[in-house]
T-cell receptor, first 113, second 112 residues
């Protein structure tokens, strides 16, 4: 089955640690996105990538990093510089740049303990 | 003023009711409008999208856009308990994924 797989579903991080969230897609999509979702707020864009080996900052990139070494994979690292990392993280992809054709993964819930 | 606003709910309706979900926005340049359904602890799934003004119907769902009022709506007819979810609107001036602005979502409960 084609789709977007995010792992793990739940992740716990200690203060000061970096953690990496995985996002893999087998839809042959060119563009991939990372969003953060907090209660009472709309999804906010962290990073996006339109092609392999290229990515751009979104609205709230501080404290996060990404890589796009393969078309299928777009991992997100939450660094210790991110002051409030507890949130629900969503990965999405689209065949081209059109947002109306984007599909979302099932999300990773990150909690700082 | 936030760029996209939605009543967070929760909105509770009896099974079979017609549900109206709404978003207002401030940017008159927006012309691509999407509605997503998100079940608890899951990723959003696209229900419908419309371009510019007008209506679009898909089964029990109807999306309406009123650009003059900067107001969009999603109607659900014959609502079912399986429709219980959070509904997100998203919109953009251009159809580039990175440009879409999302509302905070409205939580809907359809009671059997």
């Amino acid at each position: 089955d084609g789709g977007i797989t995010q792992s793990p579903k739940y992740l716990f991080r200690k203060e000061g640690q970096n953690v990496t969230l995985s996002c893999e897609q087998n839809l042959n999509h060119d563009a991939m996105y990372w969003y953060r979702q907090d209660p009472g707020q709309g999804l906010r864009l962290i990073y996006y990538s339109q092609i392999v080996n290229d990515f751009q900052k979104g609205d709230i990139a501080e404290g996060y990093s990404v890589s796009r070494e393969k078309k299928e994979s777009f991992p997100l690292t939450v660094t210790s510089a991110q002051k409030n990392p507890t949130a629900f993280y969503l990965c999405a992809s689209s065949i081209g740049v059109r947002g109306t054709e984007a599909f979302f993964g099932q999300g990773t819930r990150l909690t700082v303990v | 003023q936030k760029e996209v606003e939605q009543d967070p709910g929760p909105l509770s309706v009896p099974e079979g009711a017609i549900v109206s979900l709404n978003c207002t926005y401030s940017n008159s340049a927006f012309q691509y409008f999407m509605w997503y359904r998100q079940y608890s602890r899951k990723g959003p799934e696209l229900l419908m999208y419309t371009y510019s003004s007008g209506n679009k119907e898909d089964g029990r769902f109807t999306a309406q856009v009123d650009k003059s009022s900067k107001y969009i709506s999603l109607f659900i007819r014959d609502s079912q308990p399986s429709d219980s979810a959070t509904y997100l609107c998203a919109m953009s001036a251009q159809n580039y994924g990175q440009n879409f602005v999302f509302g905070p979502g409205t939580r809907l409960s359809v009671l059997p």
